[in-house]
């Protein structure tokens, strides 16, 4: 985890567990992220870079996740280019974080959303924890493909948890658990729908990460996730690049 996502985390985290939450859990929080938002922000994005030849982020590194790593410095955008920050952002107390994709070729803004994000994050410290007393075991259910699986909540001592899909609100999608021991989101589910309502079978690239595909058709990136490759007619979870 970055450090400025370990700090927003934090942040929540401390509001969350001291009780401290306006009611509803702070209106913003839950306020429908806006497609009006993103295209506030996004000319906001094309006036700076035109400006100062230069993208309004914040500091990342190699080891950043790829749709984690360009997140919307807004102290930047404030004022000058944008004369609010959205209610749905995460600076403004909502659960949305601005970030960029194609951030060389073509800048464009997506949101992660931090809800499920978190519940990522809150789960992988159970497993870390069940991996430490257990001399490095994992909590391992069905194997998903080549070293991922689903989790084994039994082992945990919890009650299974699914995260509600940023793609489809109706939709809950999977934990992952990878042999190394990362906990992630399984997207293949979202996937598989753009898939078939596209008719995209015997046109896709075996090469591609299917990640792609929820990026190009919401406005959310796939936040705790691993690139997908199309195998057997199916969107496979992997670790190569």
Not at 45 to 54: C, F, R
Not at 209 to 235: G, M
Request: neutral net charge.
């Amino acid at each position: 985890m970055r450090a400025w996502l370990g700090a927003a985390l934090a942040v929540v985290l401390c509001i969350a567990l001291s009780g401290c939450m306006y009611p509803n859990e702070m209106k913003k929080q839950n306020q429908v992220a806006s497609g009006e938002y993103l295209l506030l922000v996004q000319n906001a994005i094309d006036q700076y870079k035109a400006k100062t030849s230069v993208l309004p982020i914040k500091n990342s590194d190699e080891t950043t996740p790829l749709y984690e790593k360009y997140p919307i410095d807004f102290s930047k955008l404030k004022g000058r280019y944008l004369s609010e920050i959205p209610a749905n952002a995460f600076e403004n107390g909502g659960t949305a974080i601005y970030v960029l994709v194609d951030a060389e070729t073509k800048p464009t803004v997506k949101m992660m959303d931090l809800t499920s994000f978190q519940q990522t994050v809150e789960l992988q410290k159970r497993v870390d924890e069940y991996k430490s007393k257990y001399g490095g075991q994992l909590p391992l259910g069905d194997t998903v493909s080549q070293g991922f699986h689903y989790i084994d909540f039994g082992k945990l001592k919890i009650k299974p948890e699914q995260v509600r899909s940023m793609y489809s609100p109706q939709v809950f999608l999977p934990f992952l658990v990878h042999d190394s021991g990362h906990v992630a989101i399984d997207y293949a589910p979202e996937i598989m729908r753009i898939i078939d309502k596209q008719q995209l079978q015997g046109k896709l690239d075996a090469s591609q990460d299917l990640r792609e595909l929820l990026v190009k058709n919401s406005n959310f990136v796939p936040s705790r996730s691993y690139a997908y490759r199309w195998q057997n007619n199916t969107p496979v979870p992997i670790t190569a690049p």
